[in-house]
């Protein structure tokens, strides 16, 4: 493992290009692996308090909001504010990923204090088509760390069919409206002593089709009569 301070200054979306040269000083027949692309982003640091609620209404379509950072794993696809005529949502275009299999993308929340209460749910808005016949399918995971980011707990998952809030759809899926959203709740309270909880969804693609998610905030309990699910499935 090679750690190197990078000297990155300002926030932003960054580009990390690591490369091999004259290896073992022979000729390198299959030049085309020899590098790495790898996109991330810097935001201001700084510690949000609850309540806490993100609906993307105030950010520009094709970015993410201010405080919130991405991880392009391979500079390809990314996580971006979707906007149609009624409402904003961040969104991941699986349908678009050609080729992808099982490649990771990650949209992580700025630092959080949960200390407020001894009680506290994640809430968010799900949305995802999958599409006709398909063989793999797309996953969405939610992951947790108290530790400054140095390792991440899976508190929440689903994929397959079972991550679907819609039928199959052929073409490029795209929410009607709130009917295609499904409220998720997971239980972080056993997280509450945390005053620098990091949580990151973690998209897995295999080229099906859109997932987004909305009105991320935090609950001090279960909303009765919300779609309630803290299960770790996939």
């Given at each position: 493992e090679l750690t190197k301070n990078l000297g990155v200054q300002g926030a932003g979306t960054h580009t990390?290009?690591?490369?091999t040269m004259d290896v073992n000083k022979v000729t390198d027949w299959n030049a085309t692996n020899d590098l790495q692309t790898i996109q991330f982003a810097v935001v201001n640091s700084g510690t949000a308090a609850l309540p806490y609620i993100e609906d993307f209404e105030s950010t520009l379509p094709g970015n993410i909001p201010a405080d919130w950072t991405l991880y392009d794993n391979d500079a390809n696809a990314n996580w971006f504010v979707y906007?149609?005529?009624?409402?904003?949502?961040?969104?991941?275009?699986?349908?678009?990923?050609?080729?992808?299999?099982n490649k990771k993308d990650e949209l992580v929340m700025?630092?959080?204090?949960?200390?407020?209460?001894?009680?506290?749910?994640?809430?968010f808005d799900l949305s995802h088509a999958s599409r006709p016949n398909a063989i793999t399918y797309d996953s969405l995971e939610v992951l947790m760390s108290t530790d400054c980011g140095n390792t991440f707990t899976s508190v929440w998952g689903k994929g397959g069919t079972a991550l679907n809030t819609v039928p199959d759809n052929a073409n490029l899926f795209i929410p009607a409206g709130p009917q295609d959203y499904q409220n998720i709740q997971i239980d972080l309270s056993t997280y509450t002593p945390n005053n620098k909880?990091?949580?990151?969804?973690?998209?897995?693609s295999n080229n099906g089709n859109s997932t987004l998610i909305d009105n991320v905030h935090f609950l001090p309990s279960t909303t009765t009569g919300m779609y309630n699910d803290h299960a770790n499935t996939s």
């Open positions: 990390l290009k690591v490369w906007a149609t005529e009624t409402n904003k949502a961040a969104a991941f275009n699986n349908f678009a990923y050609t080729g992808a299999q700025p630092v959080v204090d949960l200390t407020a209460s001894p009680s506290i749910w994640l809430s909880a990091i949580i990151k969804f973690v998209n897995w």
